[in-house]
């Protein structure tokens, strides 16, 4: 009894000791820079902790920023340093917020658990000011900058061009950090252009420039053939989208040792939401130059032009078919086609237009096709004058002018050919025959209802369907209120069902050779997952506060390396999506299966 007594004093006095250290040693504090901001202006709130690299801790609880908009967060970041042999840890969650009225505002405590001992932080208070904004200096030091690591630029081909000349504008985004595409907030305005956008692939490729004396990262966004159809300075409206960006957060401390800590190598990566913003472009627009030919229709470029028709020889009433084609490079979709000449006892009827746009190798080509249906009604030689087509050449300032043949044509004697005058075709007189319905005189057999027939089979389902039905639908919306009443239970619970479902279609994908799609697929079922099981939005997906929150969930270090692989893996596919092999593909499936499977047991056990 003494031996057991002396064992449980001493755990009694380690356990006392311990949440003494633990009191002394570890501290859990607020901190908000800068403390008074603009409306409207975003400010960083960081919760720290700070102790013994032995004492863990978890259950990280924020407060209510109800009188404010979270636009990130929490984002995480850990850090253990040791000094003279002894390990400390510092472990910090930060959001982005900001205000939208004037006022003095109170952040509620947030709180930690530290081997059993709960840590508050205390209570701090942000005044908002109407428009007052920061100094460039104390904004950049305030939250994360991404600076010129990420850019957003609009470039064109050519600033001066003549009238209808083609010019091509190109928006590039330039990366020096990790980001995700988010949305487009705003397209470009291509007032007094007419625009033509070039095919580009699903997945934009990463390429390697040079801009500023700094190497990006540079993928292509959008590219856009502008045709100018009015003389004098154009505007190109400025793109505007917003991504989720990885950048270095910077601790602002007058403590030498944490100054120390914020050189580069220790800093944490933090994802926030970026809005950027191409600069406008202003294209000056020169007018076509005197001594445009007769019949001009305003054609820019380079062009041929061609006139068939499909037979020399017809009798008085048959059709001939005539397609005058104009093809080549430039603004075809403003072209004005020639129009036919015919004799006036041959009727044309308006013709059907027939474009086809190709937009491959830096230019817009293809052809633009006008078919006219030609019926002679007497016979006889009859003759279709040659037609002219004009256009301007900017590669040599010049204007050229082609000639179609002409086509000398033998009507010969045909049928009865009536005047169209009235406005009615043979067609249209067989097709109103089928049109008329006739009356049926006899009403056909007749049978009187006994008054049984008001209480059959049909009559009770109809009293007895609408109650069933509105019962059914009472329990079934009871039922889904139950089910969504609390959405982010629900989507933990059917996260991983939600995944084997999109592995199966990345699957189906791998099969059919669509590799884009594929990574694509595979990267939502892990992100989804991840997403829905950790209870994280989108934008804080990043890798390193995932991987820091299930190793916080208890999930293996074996399973974390997976989930760490596959994400990079995927990601890397997505942007080079023929590095891989096929075999390389299928493992990278059932990876992707094995990493979600043994975080879904880790979660279970």
């Not at 991983?496 to 099969?511: F, M, N, T, Y």
């Amino acid at each position: 009894m003494s031996r057991r007594f002396t064992i449980l004093s001493y755990l009694l006095i380690s356990v006392i000791t311990e949440q003494a250290i633990i009191a002394q040693e570890a501290t859990f504090v607020a901190e908000v820079d800068p403390t008074t901001v603009g409306s409207g202006e975003q400010f960083e709130v960081a919760y720290v902790f700070k102790g013994p690299a032995a004492v863990s801790s978890s259950n990280f609880r924020p407060p209510d920023f109800k009188d404010f908009v979270v636009l990130t967060g929490p984002n995480f970041a850990q850090t253990i340093q040791t000094v003279n042999g002894r390990g400390s840890l510092i472990i910090s969650y930060s959001y982005m917020l900001y205000a939208r009225q004037p006022g003095t505002y109170t952040i509620g405590s947030a709180s930690i658990d530290a081997k059993g001992t709960t840590l508050k932080s205390a209570p701090v208070k942000v005044t908002v000011v109407r428009g007052k904004q920061q100094p460039q200096s104390q904004a950049a030091a305030a939250s994360p900058s991404v600076g010129d690591n990420i850019l957003l630029r609009a470039v064109a081909d050519r600033q001066r061009v003549r009238l209808g000349e083609q010019v091509i504008v190109t928006w590039k985004i330039y990366l020096r950090v990790n980001m995700s595409f988010q949305r487009f907030s705003k397209v470009p305005s291509f007032e007094g252009f007419w625009g033509e956008d070039f095919d580009l692939p699903k997945q934009a490729a990463l390429t390697t420039e040079v801009y500023n004396g700094k190497q990006y990262r540079a993928a292509i966004l959008k590219k856009t053939a502008l045709f100018p159809s009015q003389v004098g300075n154009l505007k190109v409206g400025p793109m505007e989208l917003v991504v989720a960006a990885q950048v270095q957060s910077k601790k602002r401390s007058n403590d030498p040792f944490e100054q120390f800590f914020n050189d580069p190598f220790f800093q944490t990566a933090q994802t926030v939401d970026v809005t950027l913003t191409s600069d406008p472009l202003t294209i000056t627009v020169d007018p076509l130059p005197p001594g445009a030919p007769a019949g001009f229709g305003n054609a820019v470029g380079t062009f041929d032009f061609a006139a068939i028709i499909d037979r020399m020889e017809v009798k008085a009433g048959d059709a001939i078919t005539l397609k005058v084609t104009i093809g080549g490079k430039g603004n075809l979709k403003l072209v004005q086609l020639p129009k036919p000449v015919v004799p006036g006892d041959i009727e044309m009827y308006e013709p059907k237009f027939e474009d086809s746009i190709t937009r491959e190798g830096g230019e817009i080509r293809g052809k633009r096709t006008a078919e006219y249906v030609l019926v002679p009604r007497n016979a006889g030689q009859r003759s279709i004058e040659p037609m002219t087509f004009s256009f301007f050449e900017p590669a040599r300032n010049r204007y050229v002018t082609l000639r179609s043949r002409k086509f000398e044509l033998n009507i010969l004697p045909g049928r009865e050919f009536a005047s169209s005058a009235s406005g009615i075709s043979k067609e249209d007189v067989r097709l109103l025959g089928q049109d008329i319905r006739f009356i049926r005189q006899e009403p056909g057999t007749l049978a009187a209802g006994g008054p049984d027939s008001y209480f059959g089979p049909e009559a009770w389902a109809a009293l007895l369907l609408p109650p069933l039905g509105f019962i059914g639908a009472f329990v079934y919306r009871k039922r889904r209120e139950q089910i969504y009443g609390d959405l982010p239970s629900f989507r933990f619970e059917r996260a991983g069902r939600e995944a084997s479902r999109r592995l199966k279609q990345a699957r189906v994908l791998l099969g059919q050779g669509n590799t884009e799609e594929y990574h694509a697929e595979v990267l939502r079922a892990l992100t989804g997952y991840l997403e829905h099981k950790l209870r994280i939005p989108k934008s804080s997906m990043a890798s390193d506060q995932v991987l820091s929150l299930l190793r916080d969930r208890g999930v293996s270090d074996v399973a974390i390396d997976e989930v760490r692989t596959c994400l990079e893996r995927a990601e890397f596919a997505r942007f080079a999506p023929g590095a891989d092999s096929r075999a390389v593909r299928k493992d990278l499936l059932g990876a992707a299966g094995k990493a979600i499977q043994d975080v879904e047991h880790s979660f279970r056990s």
